[in-house]
């Protein structure tokens, strides 16, 4: 089962920060939080990812609090394109590579 | 930049026929990994691979199989097919790489459809 809990849906308007929540209170120390967003049945893309330190990319900046139980994910000037759901996503980080647990996302329209 | 190629992009068959899928990951991507996504659904993980060795498994029932070739590319073998198994199939690729730190990447997806 998906360890975050993201609200449903969003909007945006278009040129404004988007900034979408994820709670994940039952993170563990080792486990990181990534981000993907799918278009309209696209394949998922990857956006970022981040340990407990805030991280940005051309993309998108991801905020962690301190605690570690939640993070933003900011979209600095949304477009028409941004339009997706948000995937925020625990992954275990153990060793090697593991699958990523997808929850229902959080479903972002950027209106015009 | 080079990314994933998933074939076919579309597949239709008809129930009790059988698939398969073909992905190629992104040039020097070690770790290939699966995802259904039926309709109005959530990609759920079904089998992942890392050097020709099965990996990871997931909700994959026993009437598919999967396997990864010297050439890192993977096929998902699809058998008796039903007509819940109607959906889109990604492929994702990564590197494989210490305490989770390598994201992976999706191709398009198949989307099989059972007649």
């Known amino acids: 089962d998906a360890k975050t809990t993201q609200p449903p849906s969003m909007d945006c308007a278009e040129g404004r920060a988007a900034n979408l929540p994820c709670n994940h209170s039952?993170?563990?120390?080792?486990?990181?939080v990534y981000w993907y967003r799918q278009i309209h049945s696209q394949g998922p893309q990857y956006i970022i990812h981040?340990?407990?330190n805030n991280e940005t990319n051309e993309m998108a900046s991801l905020i962690i609090t301190e605690d570690r139980k939640s993070s933003t994910l900011i979209l600095p000037h949304a477009t028409l394109r941004d339009t997706a759901v948000y995937y925020c996503?625990?992954?275990?980080?153990?060793?090697?590579?593991?699958?990523?647990?997808f929850g229902k996302g959080t479903r972002l329209s950027v209106i015009a | 930049a080079a990314g994933v190629i998933q074939s076919p992009r579309h597949l239709i068959k008809e129930k009790r026929e059988t698939a398969t899928l073909k992905c190629y990951p992104i040039p020097r991507h070690d770790t290939v990994y699966w995802y259904q996504q039926g309709p109005g659904q959530d990609p759920q993980f079904l089998i992942s691979?890392?050097?020709?060795?099965?990996?990871d498994k997931g909700s994959i029932p026993d009437r598919f199989s999967a396997q990864q070739f010297s050439d890192y590319h993977s096929e998902l073998n699809m058998s008796s097919l039903e007509l819940g198994d109607s959906a889109l199939y990604f492929c994702?690729?990564?590197?494989?790489?210490?305490?989770?730190?390598?994201?992976?990447?999706f191709g398009d997806g198949t989307r099989l459809s059972i007649l």
């Open positions: 981040g340990l407990k």
């Open positions: 996503i625990v992954r275990v980080a153990t060793s090697g590579n593991t699958p990523l647990v």
């Open positions: 691979f890392y050097e020709k060795m099965q990996s």
């Open positions: 994702a690729s990564s590197l494989r790489g210490s305490q989770g730190r390598q994201p992976q990447h």
């Open positions: 039952t993170i563990s120390g080792n486990e990181y």
